[in-house]
């Protein structure tokens, strides 16, 4: 089972997302966590570059270029073979960042973003894709602290450093996004404590597990 979680920076997701692959594991799940960018070897080269607050002169259409390699070896490298491999995958970020931060937040084409999108991943759809929703200026309050905390203020900063409208944007986006495919997305309250978050995302993905006849423990 393919899990992507999704929403704007400081909206929790790494938080939760241990939270959810304890709770996996204590039920017998092997939960895979993985990340985009930077879930593979050529990833962990290009995530730098893609966050590093200094190179802000890359291009819209060189960042783009540069996630979808991650994605196209991500999917390869690690996504593909755990799914073989029976894992639930647990991925902070895939193919709807692309379509929310390059297309609605920078304004790169839709259509050409979905065609790209298909071509890194042959078509790896996620079977649910948790997005974290909350109000713009307490994701950037979170973020901004976060950077503070692990000294990543510079080698992190590029989108937190985004402004609030840019943001509001592509949080705009995302709900567009789930409102087009309600049966695959569920919106989760993240402007909730974290204990309330994670209980909200167990019950989307113990949803999706008693459909395929796997119920939680
Ligand atoms: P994060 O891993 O801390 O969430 O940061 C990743 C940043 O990269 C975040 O601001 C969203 C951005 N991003 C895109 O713009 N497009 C993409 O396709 C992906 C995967 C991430």
């Given at each position: 089972m393919f899990i992507s979680f999704e929403g704007i920076d400081g909206s929790g997701k790494s938080t939760v997302i241990r939270m959810l692959a304890e709770y996996l594991q204590h039920s017998g799940y092997k939960p895979l966590l993985t990340r985009?960018?930077?879930?593979?070897t050529l990833g962990h080269s290009l995530r730098p570059i893609l966050?590093?607050?200094?190179?802000?002169?890359?291009s819209c259409r060189a960042e783009l270029y540069l996630f979808l390699a991650d994605r196209a070896q991500h999917v390869r490298e690690v996504i593909r073979p755990a799914l073989k491999a029976g894992q639930i995958v647990l991925c902070d970020r895939y193919t709807d960042s692309t379509l929310a931060?390059?297309?609605?937040?920078?304004?790169?084409n839709p259509e050409h973003l979905r065609r790209i999108n298909e071509m890194a991943t042959g078509g790896l759809l996620p079977d649910l894709t948790l997005l974290l929703n909350l109000p713009v200026h307490c994701g950037l309050t979170r973020a901004v602290q976060r950077n503070r905390e692990e000294g990543?203020?510079?080698?992190?900063g590029r989108f937190d450093a985004e402004s609030q409208a840019f943001h509001e944007v592509v949080r705009q986006g995302y709900l567009a996004l789930a409102a087009e495919e309600s049966s695959r997305f569920v919106i989760i309250d993240a402007a909730r404590p974290a204990g309330d978050v994670v209980l909200q995302c167990l019950s989307a993905v113990e949803n999706v597990l008693r459909q395929r006849g796997k119920g939680l423990d």
């Open positions: 985009e960018p930077g879930g593979c966050l590093n607050a200094r190179t802000s002169g890359l931060y390059q297309g609605y937040g920078r304004g790169l990543t203020v510079l080698s992190e």
